[in-house]
């Protein structure tokens, strides 16, 4: 009996035993899970840390790349803009250049008419110089001459060309306003063009014209316009009857200073050949260049003046009433 119940209490410890390391096993299972799952969980939040981290940095990347194309994009669109102001100033320059270049050749060659055979103004005892510029304004060689004629206290008359005007409109204006007559003298200077047709001639007169009116104002009419190379010869005759029609006043010049005959002629040649070719006369309209390559005209321009102030003569610039006398 004894022994049965000693069984029975060794079996119920077995089992309590058994119960125990049942719940000791289940316990550790629970802890053992809870571990694994928070660390589970926290690799899963430090994944998602990670992707939204990455997230965030691709989200910066692709803002300063789009930054970096902006501001790329806009330095090309800066620089296209500066080559293409860069090509406008030098297409511009190189008009001027062009121009210039096309004046100085054109005035080597030009037709001019032997100077004794030349109409001189209406002669009376008065004697009367008309100092007159063709082919400018230049920005070295108008200049200069403007401040000789304000420091000699002289009008002169500027035959200018429109499109040196269009570039160089400070000393259209400059010229106005210190009391200078301006002429035109066509816009292109073309030869070829404006001797192609007397529509060619009448359309660079008006073109010209147009611009001095843009600097001036609409109420500026030019003074009296110049052939280039002058209107001597039969060649020039319905050229010089259209301009009749139209009321166009045209002057040529019966004196000169020879700046048309060659570049860089010494000064002292150049007050010469004035002296020549006024002498006898009581009324001198003077052919001069004021165009960029006339430096010397510059130079040769007071002792000319002084010459023609010795001489007796008065300064007049051309206008309608002058015109009438030729």
């Known amino acids: 009996m004894r022994r049965k119940k000693n069984s029975k209490r060794k079996l119920e410890l077995t089992k309590m035993k058994l119960f125990l390391l049942c719940l000791v096993v289940f316990i550790m299972f629970i802890g053992i899970g809870r571990s694994i799952g928070e660390k589970l969980t926290s690799k899963a ?45 030098e297409e511009t320059k190189k008009d001027t250049e062009v121009v210039e270049k096309d004046v100085q050749a054109k005035e080597i060659k030009e037709e001019e008419k032997p100077i004794d055979q ?39 008359t500027f035959f200018v060309i429109g499109s040196l005007a269009e570039q160089n409109s400070d000393l259209i204006k400059r010229e106005y306003n210190s009391g200078h007559a301006i002429g035109n003298h066509t816009y292109s200077h073309n030869y070829k063009y404006i001797y192609g047709s007397v529509n060619n001639l009448l359309s660079d007169i008006d073109k010209c014209e147009n611009v001095l009116k843009g600097i001036l104002g609409d109420d500026f009419h030019s003074a009296a316009f110049r052939f280039p190379g002058g209107s001597f010869g039969e060649k020039k005759q319905p050229f010089k009857d259209v301009l009749k029609n139209k009321s166009i006043g045209y002057v040529d010049w019966n004196a000169l200073n020879g700046d048309a005959e060659g570049h860089n002629i010494p000064k002292d040649r150049l007050v010469q050949r004035l002296v020549q070719t006024t002498q006898g006369k009581n009324k001198v309209v003077i052919l001069m260049h004021d165009a960029g390559a006339k430096k010397t005209t510059a130079q040769a321009l007071p002792e000319i003046i002084n010459y023609l102030k010795n001489q007796g003569y008065e300064f007049k610039t051309i206008d309608q009433e002058a015109l009438n006398g030729f």
């Open 45 to 89: 939040t430090n994944g998602e840390e990670k992707l939204a981290e990455n997230e965030e940095k691709l989200k910066l990347e692709r803002k300063g790349k789009t930054e970096k194309e902006k501001e790329i994009k806009n330095n090309s669109e800066k620089e296209i803009k500066k080559e293409k102001h860069n090509e406008e100033k």
């Open 118 to 156: 030349e109409k001189e103004p209406s002669n009376d005892n008065k004697k009367v110089a008309y100092l007159t510029f063709d082919d400018g304004p230049s920005v070295v060689v108008t200049p200069q001459i403007l401040d000789i004629l304000d420091n000699c206290n002289v009008k002169a």
